[in-house]
């Protein structure tokens, strides 16, 4: 893949993982039902060490109170985000769509939550998270189903084309690419050269999701002291946001028109009335990340 500040992805990618299956995790054990994202396997992925912090709820309180305290405003997203991705992807494989490729899938259960559909799973990440995924997999005693394809990717040297086609990827058969909690990491050209090999890739049909950090001019006055602490935030620990977009212009700056139909720009006020309304259990949307649905032309 071309210069995508990679080691700035590789870096990030079991970190941030983890930390997903974190927010899984927790919702199901703290929050109550209807649950927004529905995943009982995410507690057996997690380190020990997570696992006895989520275990215990005065030990949980004190890191999400304290050490967590400025990330849990937005920990709500990642379960609106994955539910809104799902939500489509499911539609799409109602409508044909065989093959799923999930881009720094990390720790992701759909194949064990959906073993029935008759889709094959394509999971992209790094070397050490697809093997830490396998052993923890077989320590919680879960067999990976067969429809399955962990695929480990070097971002720095390999490409994307021949990672998947290697693993038995058609791009004559439609698809549908899950590309979450990554652009706002990377440089706009990186972003804008991801879109171009998947659209080189893939049939007309074909969907993408991502998510994307709205730029600051276009986020409300008082939200915005949110959004700059979440930035440094990550920024101390090494993983600075470096990319945002204003929404309203999305389609121009993806560069979209001539490959892609923009099928959703979906909004946190969107999937906060969707998924969040009318819960006291979990933080509300800040107006942060939105979600960009995109299907290949004919």
């Given at each position: ?36 994202f ?24 004190f ?16 379960l ?10 499911l ?8 093959q799923?490729?999930i ?10 939550r ?76 990186a ?59 999305v389609?121009?700056d ?37 979600c960009?649905h ?5």
């Open positions: 893949m071309a210069d995508q500040h990679p080691g700035q992805v590789q870096t990030h990618g079991s970190r941030t993982a983890e930390l997903v299956a974190v927010s899984r995790a927790r919702h199901l054990l703290r929050h109550n039902p209807p649950y927004i529905h995943d009982p396997y995410a507690f057996q992925f997690l380190s020990k060490r997570w696992q006895r912090i989520l275990g215990y709820r005065l030990i949980d309180a890191v999400s109170g304290i050490v967590l305290r400025r990330l849990m405003p937005i920990t709500t997203q990642p609106t985000r994955a539910r809104f991705t799902e939500d489509c992807l539609a799409a494989i109602e409508d044909g769509v065989g799923y490729v881009l720094g899938s990390g720790y992701d259960t759909f194949a064990l959906h073993p029935g559909l008759d889709v094959t799973i394509f999971e992209i990440d790094l070397a050490s998270t697809i093997a830490l995924k396998r052993e923890r997999a077989g320590a919680a005693g879960l067999a990976l189903p067969d429809s399955l394809r962990l695929i480990p990717i070097d971002f720095e040297k390999d490409d994307l084309a021949d990672r998947l086609t290697a693993h038995g990827f058609d791009p004559e058969k439609r698809s549908f690419f899950n590309w979450l909690g990554v652009t706002y990491y990377l440089s706009r050209e972003i804008q050269d991801t879109l171009d090999q998947v659209a080189g890739i893939t049939c007309p049909g074909s969907e993408i999701v991502f998510d994307y950090l709205a730029e600051t001019n276009s986020i409300p006055e008082d939200e915005r002291s949110l959004a700059q602490g979440m930035k440094n935030y990550v920024g101390k620990l090494g993983e600075p946001m470096i990319t945002s977009f204003d929404p309203a212009t389609e121009t993806f560069n979209t028109v001539g490959r892609w139909d923009v099928v959703r720009n979906d909004s946190p006020a969107d999937q906060q009335q969707r998924y969040v309304a009318g819960r006291g259990d979990v933080y509300a949307l800040p107006p942060l990340f939105w960009l995109l299907r290949r032309r004919g």
